[in-house]
């Protein structure tokens, strides 16, 4: 089965730098990959997705890339604000799987003011 | 459209009690997925269903756990004879058929003492 794992496990930085969290999966027939954020006691929310055939997708200050031969795909935060204090999870699915998502282990995202 | 409905948000069993969390997934999906979260750590596939079908329960304990998706209603987890491991949030999400995007119900947060 899928193998997802997720680095760094917490992550701490000041206001306005960029925050990275990189994710690596196992299975070659995975094809979408969404990015979720977890505040405390809340549910997951889905922030931004990115499926096989593209490798890099944007929305403000959020982008995600996807490496397909190496099997890695990435979460950047760029100007971060203490808002964007979460549990990050990244995720891997396959159609052929029946798209349950395997999820990494999450990041613990730190904002400093 | 209401989003994915899970209720209790919390509930309390005692050792050798049953469980039964209910999720009603959004309008028009069709698909449901129940995920197991302990506490600090990610999330957990246990089984994805559709309507009076479960598809896959590759990750659902074989003993105590069974869940169901009827015609009507809600789609029901069962947990028989909770055991204090048993305490964790349980996450239900739905996508539409032929979709990938997962969104998630708030949760029920299950304690057992």
């Known amino acids: 089965g899928e193998n997802v794992e997720q680095h760094p496990s917490t992550l701490s930085v000041q206001e306005g730098d960029s925050a990275v969290i990189k994710c690596t999966y196992s299975d070659s027939a995975s094809n979408y990959f969404p990015w979720y954020k977890q505040e405390l006691g809340k549910r997951p929310q889905l922030i931004i997705d990115i499926r096989s055939n593209v490798g890099e997708k944007k929305d403000q200050r959020i982008a995600v890339t996807l490496n397909k031969t190496a099997k890695h795909f990435s979460l950047h935060i760029t100007e971060t604000q203490p808002e964007d204090s979460a549990v990050y999870f990244c995720?891997?699915?396959?159609?052929?799987?029946?798209?349950?998502?395997?999820f990494g282990g999450g990041t613990r995202l730190m904002v400093k003011p | 459209n209401a989003g994915v409905m899970q209720n209790p948000r919390h509930l309390v069993r005692r050792r050798g009690q049953e469980a039964r969390l209910r999720c009603s997934p959004m309008k028009g999906h069709s698909h449901v997925y129940w995920y197991r979260q302990l506490p600090e750590e990610g999330l957990k596939f246990m089984v994805y269903?559709?309507?009076?079908?479960?598809?896959?329960e590759s990750g659902m304990p074989k003993e105590r756990f069974s869940a169901e998706f009827p015609k009507e209603g809600p789609s029901i987890l069962r947990i028989q004879q909770v055991v204090r491991g048993d305490s964790a949030a349980y996450f239900c999400?739905?996508?539409?058929?032929?979709?990938?995007?997962?969104?998630f119900g708030q949760g029920t947060r299950l304690t057992v003492v």
């Open positions: 999400a739905s996508s539409p058929v032929g979709g990938t995007e997962a969104f």
């Open positions: 995720a891997a699915s396959s159609n052929n799987a029946g798209n349950m998502l395997t």
């Open positions: 269903l559709q309507k009076e079908n479960i598809i896959d």
